[in-house]
């Protein structure tokens, strides 16, 4: 008689159904914790900010709501997962980054992408309230580019697309987890 070994899987909660910040979360957790069985879920959740947001303070915001949003709608996950992209004003240039929020039963995580500066054609469409996404679809005549490369892989011609952009960000995130003794 065979024996069966059952297996618990860790839920993880996104919060977005846009693939790329799914397949980002994938990619940084079994990365980190290759020994660990996942299921990973995208779900909306609302931000409660603004379609774009304009600074890090809102930009932070967004993703932690989303967390929140989620651990309300899904008690049952191990981890959730809020990730939000934002634009901010540095001197005269706009630049784009993202948040990244994990919380886990137990412990919080947190990390920023790094910066990158925005086209003056992007910047004037994004200040007058278009979403970097539809901007970029605009001005480089694309379709949904923010479930493909994203900004950051058509300004860089495809050597950093959206997907591995964040995942820096996401494994950074993951951090009090890895280190549980430390945090």
């Known amino acids: 008689m065979s024996k069966r070994i059952w297996i618990k899987l860790k839920k993880v909660y996104i919060g977005s159904e846009n693939p790329v910040k799914i397949a980002c ?8 914790f290759p020994d660990t069985e996942f299921s990973f879920m995208g779900k909306i959740s609302d931000s409660r900010v603004n379609d774009q947001p304009m600074s890090d303070q809102e930009t932070y915001k967004g993703a ?4 929140e949003n989620l651990k309300d709608l899904f008690p049952d996950g191990d981890f959730w997962v809020g ?3 934002g634009v901010e004003m540095i001197n005269d240039s706009m630049h784009a980054f993202a948040w990244m929020v994990v919380d886990g039963k ?16 992007i910047k004037e469409l994004v200040s007058r309230g278009m979403e970097l996404g539809h901007a970029d679809d605009l001005v480089f005549k694309r379709s949904n580019s923010k ?3 994203g900004a950051v892989g058509i300004l860089t011609g495809g050597i950093i697309d959206r997907k591995h952009y964040y995942i820096h960000a996401m494994i950074l995130a993951l951090i009090p987890f890895i280190n549980t003794t430390l945090y």
């Not at 932690?64 to 967390?67: P, S």
């Open 25 to 32: 979360t994938e990619m940084a957790f079994r990365c980190v």
């Open 64 to 67: 932690r709501n989303r967390v």
């Open 83 to 85: 990730i939000e992209g």
């Open 106 to 121: 137990n412990n919080s995580g947190e990390a920023r992408t790094a910066t990158f500066p925005l086209p003056e054609r």
């Open 147 to 149: 479930q493909k490369d």
